[in-house]
């Protein structure tokens, strides 16, 4: 059994020919981890149905992490130390006509953040990703107004773009006192 076929088991996209797609596309992407699909794919048509896989109503964010997400859990409990990092980073689709974006650090840009906690073993062993945020700048409100004058540093945190933070600490947390059960 590959570390694909492992991770994905559990996987339910009501359809297992998509769950086999799931094992296929994400083997490509991790040989070939800074190339485009159609690069890491082997040919037409496997490029043709790995943009049919994203495509599909059934394959959403959920059902693809999830299974991974649970995956992790598993792999952390084997472990009695495990460090979780957590980083921002932006998915920049300047140029790409795609609903749901807004502006990244200048409102030229197109694109949305992921906030991501991968958890580690001390001797940097990757176990995987245990939380993840997606959020996106509202186009209307970008670079109108200071801080200051919209009021931001008497909001609570958790109203706030840092509150990130925050949250995947609290899911962390939820997840600790679940594995001392």
Request: charge should be neutral.
């Amino acid at each position: 059994m590959s570390w694909a076929d492992s991770e994905f088991q559990d996987a339910s996209f009501g359809d297992d020919r998509l769950r086999q797609r799931a094992i296929r596309v994400c083997e490509r992407l991790a040989e070939h981890p800074s190339e485009s699909i159609p690069v890491a794919c082997c040919g037409r048509a496997e490029v043709e149905a790995a943009y049919r896989f994203f495509s599909n109503d059934k394959v959403t964010a959920a059902r693809v992490l999830g299974p991974h997400h649970d995956a992790s859990l598993r792999r952390l409990a084997a472990h009695p130390v495990v460090l979780c990092v957590q980083d921002t980073t932006e998915l920049d689709y300047t140029g790409k006509q795609t609903a749901g974006l807004g502006p990244l650090n200048y409102a030229a840009t197109n694109g949305l953040y992921l906030h991501v906690t991968t958890a580690l073993t001390p001797q940097r062993q990757a176990l995987g990703i245990v939380a993840q945020e997606f959020f996106v700048h509202d186009r209307a409100c970008f670079g109108q107004a200071t801080k200051k004058a919209i009021g931001y540093y008497a909001r609570p945190i958790d109203e706030k773009e840092s509150g990130r933070w925050l949250r995947a600490f609290e899911s962390l947390c939820e997840i600790w006192c679940r594995r001392r059960g």
